[in-house]
């Protein structure tokens, strides 16, 4: 079957690092997507994983291994408006449709 | 601004009172798709549309209809909606894979 596990939540200290993993089993792979949501908020795009490697962009950076079927987002110098749910989604072919994870929930302490 | 618009954000109906949720988007995007999230649950499809008059069902169809008559439109329909269908719904385009998508703000529904 399709399925996305991450963890539910996860708490960190502002200024720390912390990495969320996602992990997945889908019949087909086209791209790995990091969305994240404010509570009460619509998703907002983060990255998109295609080839295995981590892609950077500023304080957040995505991995994948295709073959371990396994994805981490990382966000560096944490700030209290990182607070969010962290959604991993998987485009499984060439169209448009995707996958979701349940989000991870990210708690950002003082 | 380039923006997915929602309406209503909030709505409370009564079962079996037909209503629509409208979807607009102003990015010229060939791709939209109608989401409904439910506590830990995550995201799931409803209903997308690759271009005018080109729709299909997503995970969840039943009891929702779309269309997309014009590009930038694309409202979702609940003929008869039933209080299982309380959730908070998402509207979403994108004019590429890579790209991601854009979503509108949400409409939280309430069926009593």
């Known amino acids: 079957g399709q399925n996305i596990d991450q963890p539910t939540e996860m708490t960190a200290t502002e200024g720390a690092i912390v990495q969320i993993n996602c992990t997945y089993q889908?019949?087909?792979?086209?791209?790995l997507f990091w969305y994240q949501q404010h509570a009460g908020e619509a998703p907002t795009f983060l990255s998109y994983?295609?080839l295995d490697g981590l892609e950077e962009k500023g304080r957040f950076s995505s991995f994948l291994s295709r073959s371990k079927g396994y994805s981490y987002l990382l966000l560096k110098e944490l700030q209290m408006k990182d607070s969010a749910s962290y959604l991993c989604?998987?485009?499984?072919?060439?169209?448009?449709?995707?996958?979701w994870g349940a989000g991870t929930k990210l708690i950002i302490k003082p | 601004e380039a923006q997915v618009t929602q309406n209503p954000r909030y709505l409370i109906t009564v079962t079996g009172k037909k209503l629509t949720v409208t979807c607009s988007q102003n990015?010229?995007?060939?791709?939209m798709s109608w989401y409904r999230q439910d506590p830990g649950l995550g995201l799931r499809q409803i209903y997308y549309?690759?271009?005018?008059?080109?729709?299909d069902k997503g995970d969840v169809p039943e009891g929702y209809k779309v269309s997309r008559k014009e590009k930038r439109n694309f409202p979702l329909i609940l003929e008869s909606p039933s209080p299982n269908q309380t959730s908070l719904y998402f509207c979403?385009?994108?004019?590429?894979?890579?790209?991601?998508?854009?979503f509108g703000s949400g409409t939280r529904l309430t069926v009593v």
């Open positions: 979403a385009s994108s004019p590429d894979r890579s790209y991601g998508y854009t």
């Open positions: 990015m010229n995007h060939e791709y």
């Open positions: 549309s690759m271009n005018v008059e080109v729709t």
């Open positions: 889908t019949s087909g792979f086209n791209g």
């Open positions: 994983n295609v």
């Open positions: 989604a998987v485009s499984r072919d060439s169209n448009y449709q995707l996958i």
